[in-house]
């Protein structure tokens, strides 16, 4: 498979970007079918153990019952990026996959950050371990 650049982060880490599998997987928009995308229900009740995974690069979250309802990113392992919208009125909290000690904008991944009704945010994993998010408007 062709192989873009290798970027290498001031700090000395290096992040080959690839095409081939994952949610960065480039190959979908060279064969124009566009990247991986799904509608999911957040989980009720909330919390990071049985939070619904998010395992697309474009997902939406067409349920979220309670105020609290939650998701989990993917492992940060770098050169991911995804877009979540809450397609609901309801607040859903984001977290971090509950097998790592991953950030979320510098927040433990335990404590999971909150994605407002009728919002959406585009989440980048430039490293290993670390999600950084920008907000929509």
Known sequence: MPKYPTVTYPVGRSVNLNLGTGMHDL???LNGSGFTADSVAAHAGGGRAAATPIVNALTLLATVATAGDSV???P?????????????????????N??????????AAATGIALAGNKAQLFMSPIAGAWFG???A
Do not use: E, H, K, R
């Not at 940060?76 to 971090?96: C, E, R």
């Open 72 to 74: 989990a990113l993917p």
């Open 134 to 136: 920008v907000l929509s």
């Open 27 to 29: 190959t979908p928009l």
């Open 76 to 96: 940060a392992v770098g050169g991911q990026l995804l877009w979540l919208a809450n397609g609901t009125a309801t607040s859903a909290q984001v977290f971090a």
């Open 98 to 107: 509950a097998s790592t000690s991953d950030t979320i904008n510098g927040i």
